[in-house]
């Protein structure tokens, strides 16, 4: 029989609630707080970084304050810059592609609730986000589960992206469409 976590990792449905759930979080939070309080910029900050995000690279770097779910499931490449104020609930793989950079505010979404409320009252359940690499998601924008932005898009200040971006696109809005091909003179 499955733990709820490895039901959780292999996208099915499962109770975030119970104990094991709730006690991997209260770890995450301690690793939380050291980076957003006690750790903030001395020199034990980018070990706490990479102690929170094990699977990424070793240069990645969050702006407190910062807050995740499980940071394992986390994966930013080299040079990632996550500014102030994100938000990444990773109960399903994060993929951030290198260069990447992350404005204020931004919200990263891999968890999924029933609309029914006897399913939600039981369980839930995530699927992963992948941003390309050298993206620029603007600030405040909010990323759904499920999507993909490829290479090199820009994604608005304020942007709510539910369905996947292409590569090489500028969207905008709420649902997140896109309005303008970027980067024509490098292919």
């Not at 209260?26 to 980018?46: A, D, G, M, P, S």
């Not at 490449?77 to 204020?104: C, E, H, M, Q, S």
């Not at 709510?160 to 905008?172: E, G, H, N, Q, S």
């Amino acid at each position: 029989m499955k733990t709820e976590k490895e039901k959780m990792l292999a996208g099915e449905p499962f109770d975030a609630h119970c104990d094991e759930m709730i006690n991997i979080r209260t770890r995450i939070k301690h690793i939380l707080h050291k980076l957003n309080v006690t750790e903030y910029y001395t020199e034990k900050f980018q070990k706490t970084i990479n102690e929170l995000c094990p699977n990424s690279a070793k240069n990645i770097h969050l702006e407190p304050p910062f807050h995740c779910d499980y940071g394992e499931n986390i994966f930013a490449g080299d040079g990632v810059f996550i500014n102030f104020g994100a938000v990444i609930l990773d109960g399903a793989k994060v993929t951030i592609g290198r260069k990447t950079l992350i404005a204020p505010g931004v919200h990263i979404y891999t968890a999924r609730h029933p609309l029914e409320i006897e399913d939600r009252r039981v369980w839930e359940d995530v699927r992963p986000v992948t941003i390309g690499e050298e993206c620029w998601i603007g600030g405040h924008a909010t990323i759904c589960p499920g999507v993909t932005i490829g290479d090199r898009a820009v994604i608005g200040a304020g942007s709510v992206v539910t369905k996947d971006i292409p590569a090489d696109c500028l969207a905008v809005g709420n649902p997140a469409r896109v309005i303008k091909k970027l980067n024509q003179k490098i292919k």
